[in-house]
Nanobody, 127 residues
Framework: QVQLVESGGGLVQAGDSLRLSCSAS????????MGWFRQVPGKEREFVAV????????YYADSVKGRFTISGDYAKNTVYLQMNSLKPEDTAVYYC????????????????????WGQGTQVTVSS
């Protein structure tokens, strides 16, 4: 089992920056990738970004490309999401996820690619 704990959420104004962190513990050696998703009430959980540990390849949703950056430290079992130029539409609960399977990096855009999920951290961007 892998446990994921997110932190760093909060209330910011449009145009501000925020950095989310996700720490993994437990049976971490089986991870192939870690990603971020987000969800607003009444909508599907949507993909944000992923990093594949084998080569540090990254993949982003079009809505965040150029504004968000995913990075991580495999030795520390931690992944980060640097969010710049935040917009009100970025308001959501952000979830960290980990995958035990090696895929083409774009395939990590699907929720079904992940085996473990964190509890989420709220990000609110005011206009």
């Amino acid at each position: 089992q892998v446990q994921l704990v997110e932190s760093g959420g909060g209330l910011v104004q449009a145009g501000d920056s925020l950095r989310l962190s996700c720490s993994a513990s437990g049976r971490t050696f089986s991870r192939h990738a870690m990603g971020w998703f987000r969800q607003v009430p009444g909508k599907e959980r949507e993909f944000v970004a992923v990093i594949r540990w084998s080569d540090h390849s990254t993949y982003y949703a079009d809505s965040v490309k150029g504004r968000f950056t995913i990075s991580g430290d495999y030795a520390k079992n931690t992944v980060y999401l640097q969010m710049n130029s935040l917009k009100p539409e970025d308001t959501a609960v952000y979830y960290c996820a980990a995958s035990n399977t090696y895929y083409s990096v774009s395939n990590y855009g699907a929720k079904t690619a992940y085996d473990y999920w964190g509890q989420g951290t709220q990000v609110t961007v005011s206009s």
